[in-house]
């Protein structure tokens, strides 16, 4: 299949990439630059131009900005957009979380419907975000599955930078499916929503400083910051990004995926859990490392809701990593880039 994959320099871009091309499928991933293009061509020498192509899409808050990006010759025939912000180093909700997540999601729909008529199926990476009850905590009682929508308003999203990001996912998502019901386009859509996604990088990366968001606890506890007293967990699920990718490409080449959402985790995890694994593997990381006895990052004591992954497994196929793997893994990824 020909398709267009948005974000490529991202860290879950970058996998859904090599999988994409160990597949067999014909990509054009879009960058903000020349120069990212030039990143990712280098890490794929292998791939000629035929098989890897990029589009510069400056910001996908711009109305308009995939006009051009979808057009291509061979036509394309599925989309994967994963672009979106996700940190929280923002000082306007509106403008640098809300907007891109929103406008970058339903201007990608409209570019399609109006100028790639041969695209017939497009997959969304949203997020646990737009499933979770931010409102309800750990909510013991309660199973998550893909039923589940962040009740979160406008107004409580622009309140903090935590609220900002989940409310660009679930209004994004939303207004993924909104389209779909109002303007009946001739493709399809899924929507992925995984929680917290770890897992080797493979993206380039000028030095950790620059690491993915949800990598950085990883780095963090490697680093000592959990010596003295282990952070809050907050999300207790997670899965491994190669799994999280492999799903977006299973929805482009699964037809039984068309127009559903799926909640994508392995299972719960804890940060002292984080800590514990790195030991077993990495036991020269020992004196920064928390001890047996080292306070906070487990689970709450009350409980953490249940979680409902069945649909995932059932229709893509998909049998998680474990934890174990995914932290060794993640680890010796850091340490090529300086950990
Ligand atoms: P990254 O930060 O590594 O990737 C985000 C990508 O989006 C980058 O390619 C970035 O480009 C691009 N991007 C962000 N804002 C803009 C913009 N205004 N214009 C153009 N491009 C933009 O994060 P992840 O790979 O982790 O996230 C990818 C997707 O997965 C996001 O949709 C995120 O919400 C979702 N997700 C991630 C989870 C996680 O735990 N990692 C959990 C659940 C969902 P550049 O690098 O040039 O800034």
């Known amino acids: 299949m020909r398709v267009l994959l948005t974000g490529g320099s991202g860290f879950i871009a970058a996998h859904v990439l090599d999988i994409l091309l160990e597949h067999g499928h014909s990509v054009v ?23 890897l192509d990029f589009a510069i899409v400056e910001d996908i808050a711009q109305e308009n900005a995939f006009d051009e990006a979808v057009k291509s010759e061979p036509p394309f025939e599925a989309v994967i957009h994963t672009a979106s912000p996700f940190h929280f180093n923002v000082t306007d909700v509106q403008k640098q979380l ?10 990608i729909l409209k570019s399609v419907k109006k100028s790639a008529p041969t695209v017939k199926k497009v997959i969304i990476t949203s997020s646990f975000a737009s499933i979770v009850n931010p409102f309800e905590g750990t909510w013991p009682e309660h199973t998550y599955s893909e039923k589940d929508w962040n009740p979160i308003s406008a107004e409580q999203a622009v309140q903090n930078p935590a609220n900002g990001y989940r409310a660009s996912k679930t209004f994004a998502e939303r207004a993924a499916w909104d389209f779909l019901e109002q303007e009946k386009p001739n493709f399809t859509i899924a929507t992925m929503c995984p929680p917290l996604v770890l897992g080797p990088i493979v993206h380039y990366l000028n030095s950790l400083d620059a690491l993915n968001t949800s990598n950085q606890r990883i780095r963090d506890i490697m680093q000592g910051k959990a010596k003295e007293e282990i952070p809050e967990t907050g999300t207790f699920i997670w899965v491994d990004v190669r799994d999280l990718a492999l799903c977006h490409v299973l929805a482009i080449e699964k037809e039984e995926a068309a127009n559903k959402r799926f909640f994508i985790t392995a ?4 940060n002292k859990e984080i800590a514990q ?3 077993k593997h990495y036991p020269q990381y020992k004196d920064q490392l928390p001890t047996s006895s080292t306070p906070g990052g487990d689970y709450p004591k009350g409980g953490v809701y249940k979680i409902d992954n069945e649909r995932v497994q059932k229709v893509l196929g998909i049998k998680f990593r474990s934890f174990d793997e995914s932290i060794k893994d993640t680890v010796k990824s850091l340490q090529a880039v300086g950990a």
């Open 98 to 107: 809300l907007d891109p997540a929103i406008i970058g999601t339903t201007g």
């Open 267 to 270: 299972g719960y995890f804890s």
């Open 277 to 279: 694994v790195i030991e």
């Open 29 to 51: 991933t879009t960058v903000r630059s020349q120069e990212k293009a030039k990143k990712i061509a280098e890490n794929h020498k292998d791939h000629g131009k035929d098989k």
